[in-house]
């Protein structure tokens, strides 16, 4: 999150916690951003929504300019290894390339490509990472039963190296190619 706004330093303070940013303030920037001419053609969202009440939202605004969304993919994987993914990732502070102490065998802080120092976000720290997955399990998961009966769901099984998973991502988004 750039910015020293105070709508940025506010959000800022429930993300470092790893709590969910106030609907009102995700679903403005999500609402603002889909009105663009690029998304005009279709778009695809990651991490939004993350509740019931911003998934009847979101479904409410895309009516209004008669649209749907077409497919929503659930990406599973154990929540040991997403503690691992997350608690091992380190961000360049200078060109903001992400870095895996273990998949990229990265010992220093020092970013190979710009030379930048790495730091791990405060919502990477471990205990942080088990926070979110409570928040997750309360919050998010509720929107796999959701979209299941809207017909629109499809799961992928997303252990393993990213290559396959993106496989996995692509083949599920290939019937809807036009
Ligand atoms: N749809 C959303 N509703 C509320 N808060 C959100 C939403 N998406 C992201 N956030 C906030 O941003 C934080 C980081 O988002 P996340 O998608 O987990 O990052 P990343 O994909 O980089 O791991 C979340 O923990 C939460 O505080």
Redesign the pocket.
């Known amino acids: 999150m750039s910015g020293g706004t105070e709508l940025g330093r506010q ?1 800022k303070k ?2 470092d916690r ?4 106030p ?1 009102e303030v ?1 679903i403005a920037m999500v609402r603002d951003r889909l009105a663009e001419d690029d998304a005009r053609d279709g778009f695809l969202l ?6 019931v009440p ?1 998934a009847e939202t979101l479904k409410k605004i895309l009516a209004e300019w008669d649209a749907r969304l077409d497919i929503v993919l659930e990406l599973v994987v154990d929540e040991d290894e997403v503690v691992r993914r ?1 608690s091992g990732r380190r961000t360049c502070e200078r060109c903001g390339r992400i870095w895996h102490v273990d998949f990229d065998d990265k010992q220093d802080d020092i970013c190979d490509e710009c030379g930048g120092h790495l730091f791990q976000r405060d ?1 990477d720290k471990e205990e942080v990472v088990r926070h ?1 997955l409570e ?1 997750y399990q309360e919050q998010t998961a509720p929107l796999v039963q959701f979209y299941a009966d809207e017909r629109i769901l499809v799961g992928i099984d997303a252990t393993g190296p990213v290559e396959e998973v993106t496989h996995r991502a692509l083949a599920a988004l290939r019937p809807l190619e036009r």
């Open positions: 959000a429930y993300m790893g709590d969910l940013v609907d995700t990651d991490g939004f929504p993350r509740n911003q997350l919502d979110r928040v």
